[in-house]
């Protein structure tokens, strides 16, 4: 099955144009650690799939992206899934693909698995990490908005007195707090990865609110991308220039 999964992320991110381009020449020394790390990955003992993520440790190649998001999706055990997650979003990249990537491998996360909101507030927390906002802003505001709430914490009064009666409320009380928690989590984490966001305080509007504010703010943080962007496409424009003047 996590196979079949990781194949069909593979497919979708291709189609998506998230890898390097053929003209992008993967360094000898990348080549070394990619087979490396392709071995130790597939190995079914965790410590060897722990041991091959450590050789992300300096990875900048963006032909890497790919490698990691196709472990992610055959990859069980959730700690390691966080971990790979967290070590890809600290990747540098020169536009806004691998906010992208980190984006749709949040979506791709089941809502039934057993450890999901785990696993996606490890994601939420990792994309503080990333250099371009945008595309995950747009992710975890619908995310947030319309699978999770900040419930009210008050519970109709027993008149009876039941003591059944009494520890099902207690249950439903500890269900709120849960979900109440849950939220705050997603929302500090949203208000780390996106700059500018001061929905600091959860209520019971809070979803709405979120969405509402990141209709208004989006367009500044897609401004600030966009502004990384074009640095970037200058500081490559003159790094050529110097490399051919050098011939």
Sequence with gaps: MHRMMALAALCFLLLQGFWASAADVVPPEDKAKQEEFKKGIRNPEKVQRQNALGLLDNATHSSWW????????????????????????KMPARDSRLAA?????FQQVKSNEKDEMEIRLGYARAMANSQFKAPLGDVLTEFIATRLRYPDLRLPVDPTGDNAS???????AENL??????????????NEAVPGSDIDTPTKNAPTNLKKEWLTL???????????????????KEKAKAEKEKK
Aim: aromatic fraction near 6%; avoid cysteine; charged fraction near 40%.
């Design 166 to 172: 009494a520890e099902a409320r207690e249950r439903a």
């Design 66 to 89: 790919q490698l990691v998001a196709v472990a992610i999706g055959a990859e069980t055990d959730k700690d390691l899934r966080i971990d790979a997650f967290t070590r890809l979003s």
């Design 177 to 190: 707090r849960k979900k109440r928690a849950e939220f705050e989590d997603f929302l500090k984490a949203f």
């Design 101 to 105: 990537l980190l984006g749709s491998l």
């Design 218 to 236: 989006r367009a500044k943080v897609a401004a600030g991308d966009k502004k990384l962007l074009d640095k970037m496409l200058a500081e490559d």
